[in-house]
């Protein structure tokens, strides 16, 4: 039994974080319905792209989640709460991913069965590409996430009132359960959903990649969450630079991870120079996607990395404010760059890739407040929560 | 002991809250010339000494800079300037490639120059006679005890003033430290003539013995089993054979295992009029002839034997093999075409094997049956 006792007191989060989440969600809506009307497939692969930011931003806080109790982390327990409430966006993605399950055949070349048949490539990777296959495991993907969600946070919310350390224990088993899942499941969501959107083309390090934005981006929003909400009261006293800096270190190592990733992917496919891999490159090389590709390295990889590079500037609160932002919005990119090409060999950019984007924020910061509503933004029951105030660097 | 040759006043602490205290302490009353010793980095202790920010990072993220531009400038001086070699089809300038050993290089000279520089710069690096050394104060600071060490040199230093303040903090020791006097008075010589008599001593030795054992050791029996075989070298004199040569060449007329001397030599018509294709033209004797006419001929005569060579002008092009001429060679010209060249065409009979040719004869046979069909081909 926890005997520390962290003097906590809840606050309700302002009006103005719920008028501008209902704001986003509803204008975002919009936006998508509109493409929807006046462009259906574009709508859907826009879709795709809300998709897998969203699924980064709530699989990516559960991981988060669950390395905190594995590696046994005591610095980021004050805020673990931030994180599991990130996760609980798992359920509006099953909301985000019903239009695209209802259109399957508009988005995926390999849903064709008379292109199949005269594919053999196509045929040869049918036992695993095809709809009935790609159905169960979507919805296995969901049922494992919400079902992690669930578990993790269930005995996290436990702890707050019966302070009970075997609560932690259980949340270390499940953990463990959850890290092979995740990187299973991460693995193949962005292969389904990304990667066979450009059947013939294969990368055998996507998973990685996917999962290296994936940490980034719910990562970058929590940080943006942590700091706003700490700058403001509403966490426990006495976090400090200490914290800021090792979410400082955390984005930094990351980028420098996406980046190391993102090029091994492009090297190894620019020195072997096989024609069925280099064409999905020469494609973003092409037609205004040049652009997008370099815009890409510049604010994923060095906007931050420079940002971030001094120890001072990862303890300031206000750049690290703005670098969440910004890589949240870097990782909408990259998905976008990623999608979009699939959907027009030239670049398309206008009011209806606002509109996913809009929304997704929206989302999130309406989950956030509905949980916070109801829930303590800090885990006062968590045997680690005092060791966690007092980390120092 | 003499006043003068006060080096510090040293105090032990049993615990990091103690030494953590003690700095605090030792800060607010004004000294600026002291230092903290820990057997491990306590933690606030850069706020209890009011440390500034160590500019070491700026050293690594330099020499980061330096190495990895450095590396990239060499990377690239070498592949287009000093040894322009085509890799892999790609351009001299292939950059993507160079970015791995330049991530590698600015990592690597990053991590030596910060810690190059930190034993030189802040650790003072080469200092054998540190008055700290061998102390007590040394030895228990680097096993369990913390210590702090208030220098003589400090503006505010009083030897009074300083133990009575160190006194107050409860430490487990207080002791003054002193310069030794035989290590200051002592002067070192660079050159000091037995210095430089063992360096003359110790190259002699070693390039002494190399010698002896490259030139004469090794060339003494019993280490000359190597060198000294019991056989005939060739290119050697003999007096065993009225030529005086060791090497032997082989009897008139011997042929060697798998090989078929080929006996029209600069006869194209006789090879034409002698030689007949052994293979039967079969679907695998045509896959064959394919494979090998596509690897080697297809380059000059292109895919389909029409001289549209694939070279663009680089190397002459050879005329069409579907020419009434070449219709009408039989097989053994076209084979020893091959075999021996024409014109500008060097000889194959190296890199293609005797039956792969007739193999090509065939295929080149079946390209011209194509591009020429009888009436009766297209029933």
Redesign the interface.
């Known amino acids: 039994m926890s005997t520390t006792q962290v003097p906590y007191q809840r606050k309700d989060l302002p009006a103005s974080v719920t008028a501008f989440g209902a704001g986003a969600t509803a204008a975002g809506a919009a936006i998508v319905a509109l493409t929807f009307m006046f462009d259906h497939s574009r709508g859907l692969y826009n879709n795709i792209i809300g998709l897998s930011v969203l699924a980064s931003v709530a699989v990516g806080a559960l991981f988060y989640v669950a390395l905190e109790y594995l590696a046994g982390a005591v610095w980021s327990t004050p805020f673990r709460r931030v994180m599991e409430f990130l996760s609980a966006t798992v359920f509006a993605l099953v909301v985000v991913a019903l239009p695209l399950m209802a259109n399957l055949h508009e988005v995926f070349h390999w849903t064709h069965m008379e292109a199949v048949a005269k594919d053999p490539i196509l045929a040869g990777k049918s036992p695993y590409l095809n709809i009935q296959f790609f159905t169960i495991r979507n919805i296995a993907f969901a049922v494992l996430w919400i079902f992690f969600y669930a578990m993790l946070t269930r005995f996290s919310r436990k702890q707050d009132t019966t302070r009970d350390q075997k609560y932690t224990r259980i949340n270390i088993r499940f953990s463990t359960a959850f890290m092979p899942v995740f990187a299973l499941t991460t693995t193949f969501f962005a292969i389904d959903w990304i990667m066979s959107l450009e059947p013939h083309w294969f990368s055998t390090i996507f998973g990685v990649y996917y999962f290296s934005g994936t940490f980034l981006c719910a990562l970058a929003v929590a940080t943006f969450i942590i700091v706003s909400l700490n700058e403001r009261g509403y966490l426990v006293a006495g976090l400090g630079k200490d914290h800021y800096y090792s979410l400082g270190t955390l984005l930094f190592v990351f980028t420098n991870f996406w980046a190391y990733i993102a ?1 091994s992917q ?2 190894l496919i ?2 072997a ?1 096989v024609p069925e891999e280099t064409y999905w490159f020469i494609a973003r090389w092409k037609n205004g996607w040049e652009y997008v590709s370099l815009a890409l390295i510049f604010m994923k990889f060095l906007v931050p990395y420079f940002v971030l ?4 500037s990862k303890m300031d609160g206000r750049k690290l404010k703005f670098i969440g932002i910004w890589i949240f919005l870097a990782h909408t990119v990259d998905m976008y760059w990623l999608i979009m090409p699939n959907f027009s060999r030239s670049l398309v950019l206008g009011w209806q890739e606002l509109g996913f984007p809009l929304l997704i924020a929206g989302l999130i910061t309406l989950t956030f407040v509905f949980k916070a509503r109801k829930e303590n933004l800090v885990p006062i029951g968590d045997p680690k929560l005092q060791r966690g105030i007092d980390f ?2 | 002991m003499n006043k003068n040759l006060l080096y510090s006043v040293t105090a032990l602490f049993d615990t990091p809250d103690g030494i953590i205290h003690a700095a605090e302490a030792v800060r607010n009353a004004g000294y600026k010339r002291y230092d903290v010793h820990t057997p491990y980095p306590v ?2 202790m850069d706020d209890a000494m009011e440390l500034k ?1 160590s500019k070491l ?1 700026f050293i690594t ?1 330099g020499a980061g800079l330096l190495g990895g531009a450095g590396v990239f400038a060499f990377i690239s001086w070498v592949f287009l300037a000093a040894y322009p070699n085509v890799i ?3 351009p001299y300038f292939s950059w ?2 160079f ?2 050993v330049t991530f590698e290089i600015t990592v690597l000279s990053a991590v030596l120059l910060t810690i190059g520089s930190l034993i030189v710069f802040f650790f003072k690096f080469p200092n054998n006679s540190h008055p700290l050394h061998d102390t007590p104060y040394m030895k228990n600071v680097s096993s369990d005890k913390f210590g702090i060490s208030i220098q003589a040199n400090d503006p505010k230093f009083d030897e009074a003033a300083v133990t009575a303040l160190l006194s107050s903090l409860h430490p487990l020791t207080v002791a003054p430290v002193f310069y030794d006097e035989e290590e200051l008075r002592h002067t070192w010589t660079t050159f000091d003539p037995k210095f430089l008599a063992l360096l003359v001593g110790v190259a002699l030795f070693v390039s002494g013995s190399t010698y002896l054992h490259l030139n004469k050791l090794l060339y003494l029996p019993p280490f000359d089993w190597m060198s000294n075989q019991n056989k005939f070298k060739p290119q050697t004199p003999t007096a065993q054979y009225d030529d005086t040569r060791m090497m032997r060449s082989a009897p008139d007329g011997t042929v060697a295992r798998g090989f078929i001397p080929y006996p029209f030599k600069g006869m194209p018509d006789s090879a034409g009029k002698y030689l007949v294709n052994p293979l039967q033209p079969t679907s695998e004797a045509l896959a064959l002839g394919k494979t090998k006419f596509l690897t080697y001929c297809s380059p000059c005569h292109g895919n389909f034997a029409r001289g549209d060579s694939r070279l663009r002008g680089q190397f002459p092009n050879p005329p069409t093999l579907h020419s009434d001429k070449v219709r009408n060679w039989p097989d053994g010209n076209i084979f020893h075409v091959i075999t021996e060249g024409q014109n500008i065409m060097p000889s194959y009979a190296s890199q293609v094997s005797r039956e792969e040719r007739w193999a090509i004869v065939h295929y080149v046979r079946a390209l011209q049956r194509a591009f020429n069909a009888k009436e009766s081909d297209t029933q």
């Open positions: 090029f492009f090297m620019w020195y120079n590079l001094s120890q001072p120092k660097i | 933690h606030g920010d990072g993220l892999g089809g790609k993507p490639a970015v791995p």
